[in-house]
């Protein structure tokens, strides 16, 4: 079992930055790779970024360059973050932290970010 809480959701005007974190605990040994996902209003969940343990990263092409995926351990915790820079209204949404174990996803409860023109 593992445990996924988000922190750093909120409003930030267009063009500005905000950083997102979650905090995995409980089972942390056998997370794999762990995921930031979003879903806007009336729109299916989408993947953001991934990072795997070894630290290889993946974005969706609509944030390359604008988002970073990162991730470190501290106190049998494993943290993950996303840094969000130039956002954008379309950014706009509720996100989740995802950890993938072997077989099966762990979500966190979201945190809603709204990027105002």
């Known amino acids: 079992q593992v445990q996924l809480v988000e922190s750093g959701g909120g409003l930030v005007l267009y063009g500005g930055s905000l950083r997102l974190s979650c905090a995995a605990s409980?089972?942390?040994?056998?997370?794999?790779?762990m995921s930031w996902y979003r879903q806007a209003p009336g729109k299916q969940r989408e993947l953001v970024a991934v990072?795997?343990?070894?630290?290889?990263?993946?974005?969706a092409d609509s944030v390359k360059g604008r988002f970073t995926i990162s991730r470190d351990n501290a106190n049998n915790i494993v943290y993950l973050h996303l840094q969000m820079n130039s956002q954008k209204p379309e950014d706009t949404a509720v996100y989740y932290c995802?950890?993938?174990?072997?077989?099966?996803?762990?979500w966190g409860q979201g945190t809603q970010v709204t990027v105002s023109s």
């Open positions: 990072i795997t343990p070894s630290g290889a990263t993946n974005y």
């Open positions: 409980g089972n942390i040994f056998s997370i794999n790779t």
């Open positions: 995802n950890a993938f174990i072997i077989t099966r996803d762990y």
